[in-house]
């Protein structure tokens, strides 16, 4: 894998970490689960494209 790949594939799970976190803070604090599902899925569409076009 080029380097760009390996930057992009970090980033990418750095996104859904980050997505998963905000998504619990938001549930435990106003009962907004949706939206760190909503967020995660966000996350996780645009890492597995970025992937799979750098791949």
């Known amino acids: 894998?080029?380097?760009?790949?390996?930057?992009?594939l970090s980033i990418g799970?750095?996104?859904i970490i980050l997505n998963i976190h905000v998504g619990f803070v938001?549930?435990?604090g106003h009962?907004?689960?949706q939206y760190g599902v909503f967020s995660?899925?966000?996350a996780a569409?645009?890492?597995?494209v970025l992937i799979g076009k750098l791949l």
């Open 40 to 42: 995660w899925g966000i």
């Open 13 to 15: 799970i750095l996104l």
């Open 1 to 8: 894998m080029s380097t760009l790949a390996v930057l992009t």
């Open 31 to 33: 009962g907004k689960w």
């Open 45 to 48: 569409f645009v890492g597995t």
């Open 26 to 28: 938001m549930a435990k």
